[in-house]
């Protein structure tokens, strides 16, 4: 892909696509502009992406331009950027899961057959397809990575569904020369990835955390569909694996979606509190409060990580990528530190 653009699809046109494309199209026109984590990845500005493709489920979404769906209900991110008509139309993406009461109090389904969604991949000559719909939705997700395989797509899976760290999966990437990242995205600066700084400092300062609890309270639709149990005990081990990769020895740590705010819109606030033990048994308590909007948080990483699979890609990588990642993922095959991850990226990535 090196030296043309990347040909993206979305899947799912929700909050954080909707932050990503604005993104998109506010740092191609403004690439002065400060804010962007990383300008070049791999050899990429933002603007050498474009989308080409994009599904969704809902009736509300599908027809229209992706210049519009973005905006529609029941998306809350807000317009940052005013986006031109793109020319490509929401087509109607895979449901193959029945959704939990929460999820389907808002959504009005419309979907189309996996071999439609092959397809439509191999006519818009989709180099890359992120995976954004909701979590929770196991079965559609599988079927979209077998889509995206099948049609000769690369694959970016940012739901806790286990897609990249699925060795059979793997291997049908490696077996077509495309590259499988994932799974369950890190936003840049969401409670997650303080967590785990906090525990990288605290250490790196000699002082020993011994118990910590993350707790979330947020608004918009993927909030709202993580207060079905089920899925959120699953987000809180997945969240709770991703914090303790920082220490080698165990502490007490919870970490987990708490409770749904309507008004919060795509408006997430995280509250932290470590317990650590330092000289001579002498006692720290910390606790922090972080307000931070899920769809911002999720934009520069999808940016990112979009580009940086155009790269392996063209150097001829295929399979999960680990560099990739490790940097822009919760749930990996490998365990590393935060700092490391994120510098092992930017020295293979951004240099």
Known sequence: M????????????????????????????????????????????????????????????????????IFSEPNSFEKRFNIPKTGVIVERGLLEDEPNPYLASTLKPIKQDREGIVEYFRKNHVDIAVNTISSGLDKSSTAYAEAACESGASFVNTTPTSVATNTAFIEKFRERKLVLV??????????????????????????????????????GLETLNTMYEDLRDFKKQVKTSSIVEEVEEGWEVVSGTTDYVDFLGNNRITYLQFNATGFMGSGFTINVSLRSNDGVNAGNIILDVVRAVAKAVGEGLSGNVSEISNYGFKKTLERKKLVEATAIFQSKYCL
């Not at 493709?53 to 331009?65: E, T």
């Not at 118990?211 to 608004?219: A, I, R, T």
């Open 2 to 69: 090196r030296g043309r653009r990347i040909r993206v699809a979305f899947i799912g046109v929700g909050n954080s696509a909707s932050a990503a494309i604005q993104g998109l199209f506010y740092y191609s026109a403004n690439p002065e502009k400060e804010g962007l984590w990383h300008p070049i990845v791999g050899g990429y500005r933002v603007s050498d992406i474009e989308v080409v493709a994009a599904l969704d489920v809902d009736q509300r979404k599908v027809g229209k331009d992706v210049s519009e769906a």
């Open 182 to 219: 994932g799974d369950d995205l890190m936003s840049q600066l969401g409670g997650t990835a303080l967590h785990r700084g906090l525990v990288s400092l605290l250490k790196s300062r000699g002082v020993k955390p011994v118990k910590s609890y993350q707790l979330d309270v947020g608004g």
